[in-house]
C-alpha cells in the first residue's frame, strides 16, 4: 500500500514509521512542504492509495479539500475542525472519495467510551454527578481535547444531560489522561484512560488506513468501525 502521512510532528512521525513496518511504501509532507496543500496537486494525490492526516485544525481543512476533491482516501487523526465536517462528508460523497476521521484512533480509548456509556446509564439515574478532567502535554494545540469532546458527548447521550463540566491540564510532556469521575453522597468511581506513549494512536491509524484502502467509498467515524480492524 502506498500511504501519504501529512504532518512529521510527533504522531505523524510514528504513523510513519509503522506504516513501513507493516510493509507499506510511506511518504510524509510536513507543514513547510505543504502550506495550503500547495503540494497536494491531483496527480501527486493519485500516487497513493491512503492518506494519513495528522497536521493542524486550521491545516487540515486545506488537505481535505485538496484531497478528497480528487476522490482519495484519508484518514484524519487531526482533531479540532469538527464544525466543518458536514461540508467534508459533502465533498466525500459528491466526488465519491473516502474519509474515515477519529477523536482517538487508540483500541483502549474505544473500549473506554463503551465502558463509559454503560457507566453513565447506571449511575446518572441513581443521582451521580459526573464530570470529566484531561490532562495533556504543554504543547497540545487543543482544549478541551478531542477525546474529551468526544468523552463527553457519550456521557451526554447516555445521562440525557444537557452538559459535562470538562476540566482541561496541561502539564509537562504527559501523553494524555482522560477521567470520567462519577460521585454521589457516599462514593465515587473513576473511569480512567492513561496514554504512556503515542504508539497505540499511531497503530490505530495505521489499521484504520489498511481498512480504508479496502472499504468502499463513503464517510466513517472510526467509533463505529474500530472492531473491525
Known amino acids: 500500500m502506498r ?3 501529512l504532518g512529521a510532528g510527533k504522531t505523524g512521525k510514528l ?3 509503522i506504516a513501513a513496518e507493516h510493509g507499506h511504501s510511506v511518504h510524509v509532507l510536513d507543514a513547510k512542504e505543504n502550506r495550503e496543500a500547495a503540494a497536494l496537486t491531483p496527480p501527486f494525490v493519485a500516487g497513493f492509495d491512503v492518506i494519513i492526516d495528522f497536521t493542524t485544525p486550521e491545516a487540515v481543512i486545506h488537505n481535505m479539500r485538496a484531497c478528497l476533491a480528487n476522490s482519495a482516501k484519508m484518514v484524519i487523526g487531526t482533531t479540532g475542525w469538527y464544525d466543518r465536517l458536514p461540508d467534508a462528508k459533502a465533498l466525500a460523497q459528491r466526488r ?3 474519509l474515515l476521521y ?3 484512533f487508540s483500541m483502549g480509548v474505544q473500549t473506554m467510551l463503551r465502558l463509559a456509556e454503560y457507566m453513565t ?3 446518572a439515574k441513581a443521582g451521580y454527578k459526573l464530570s470529566i478532567s484531561e490532562t495533556h ?3 497540545k494545540l487543543d482544549a478541551p481535547s478531542g477525546t474529551a469532546l468526544t468523552l463527553r458527548d457519550v456521557v451526554m447521550r447516555a445521562a440525557n444531560a444537557e ?3 470538562i476540566n482541561s491540564i496541561r502539564h509537562g510532556e504527559a501523553v494524555g489522561l482522560h477521567v470520567l469521575e462519577a460521585e454521589s453522597g457516599g462514593d465515587r468511581i473513576l473511569l480512567t ?3 504512556r506513549s503515542r504508539r497505540p494512536f499511531a497503530e490505530g491509524a495505521v489499521r484504520a488506513a489498511e481498512w480504508l484502502s479496502k472499504a468502499k467509498p463513503g464517510v466513517y467515524d472510526f467509533r463505529d468501525i474500530f472492531e473491525k480492524l
Open 193 to 195: 484512560h492513561e496514554s
Open 15 to 17: 504513523v510513519a514509521d
Open 3 to 5: 500511504v501519504l502521512v
Open 137 to 139: 502535554h504543554l504543547t
Open 121 to 123: 446509564k447506571e449511575l
Open 102 to 104: 477519529g477523536s482517538n
Open 96 to 98: 465519491g472519495a473516502s
Open 163 to 165: 452538559d459535562i463540566p
